[in-house]
């Protein structure tokens, strides 16, 4: 199976930062890389998939970047509703596999 | 409007089983890949098990040989099947919808519905 790990496990920011979340993958899944955003005792959202396009209604504060084996996800002017967890996700092969998951949290 | 919504989680002993519902909306799950993602309290996703909109089947080797996922075409229902429950099973089940022709690619998911293994 292929190993996603993100860095870092959380994070503190403040309302207006630029926040960038890394995804690594234990070998090469091309572009094959989805994000998702997740909120207490609620279901993932798909935010972007194959590493940059955003999901429809996502805002265009959220952009992806990157392929082979190493990912970014940033978020440009964070906003209230942005503070959950993210995780990656990789599509490229069985079974697909999640990182472990970035909290941002408010500082 | 898409929407998932399952049902069926509850508190079950060891060995036991369960069958989780997912019942769909706005999509015919017969017409799409609808997958089970799960998570354990406080950790991460797991992807459980997948129907292709052909009809086969495919589960992580974790669940593999004891749950079972179909569907209902009538019924515009998803199931999940999971007998000889175990601790480890205990988490939060989702079912996901694949985005297009990729079935690993989750667009909708439900709200879950939690399974608590323990005696």
């Known amino acids: 199976d292929i190993q996603m790990t993100q860095s870092p496990s959380s994070l503190s920011a403040s309302v207006g930062d630029r926040v960038t979340i890394t995804c690594r993958a234990s070998?090469?899944?091309?572009?094959?890389l989805n994000w998702y955003q997740q909120k207490p005792g609620k279901a993932p959202k798909l935010l972007i998939y194959?590493?940059?396009t955003l999901q429809t209604g996502v805002p265009s504060r959220f952009s992806g970047d990157g392929s082979g084996t190493y990912f970014t996800l940033t978020i440009v002017g964070l906003q209230p509703d942005d503070f959950a967890t993210y995780y990656c996700?990789?599509?490229?092969?069985?079974?697909?596999?999640f990182g472990g998951g970035t909290k941002v949290e408010i500082k | 409007e898409v929407q998932l919504v399952e049902t069926g989680g509850g508190l079950i002993q060891p060995g036991g089983s369960l069958r989780l519902s997912c019942a769909a909306s706005?999509?015919?799950?017969?017409?799409?890949?609808m997958s089970w993602v799960r998570q354990a309290p406080g950790k991460g996703l797991e992807w459980v098990s997948v129907?292709?909109?052909?009809?086969?089947?495919y589960y992580a080797d974790s669940v593999k040989g004891r749950f079972t996922i179909s569907r209902d075409i009538s019924k515009n229902t998803l199931y999940l099947q999971m007998n000889s429950l175990r601790a480890e099973d205990t988490a939060v089940y989702y079912c996901?919808?694949?985005?297009?022709?990729?079935?690993?690619?989750?667009?909708?998911w439900g709200q879950g519905t939690l399974v608590t293994v323990s005696s």
């Open positions: 996901a919808r694949g985005l297009g022709s990729s079935w690993s690619l989750f667009d909708f």
């Open positions: 706005g999509f015919s799950v017969s017409d799409n890949y």
């Open positions: 129907i292709y909109s052909g009809g086969s089947t």
């Open positions: 070998q090469s899944i091309s572009g094959f």
């Open positions: 194959t590493a940059s």
């Open positions: 996700q990789q599509s490229y092969s069985a079974p697909p596999t």
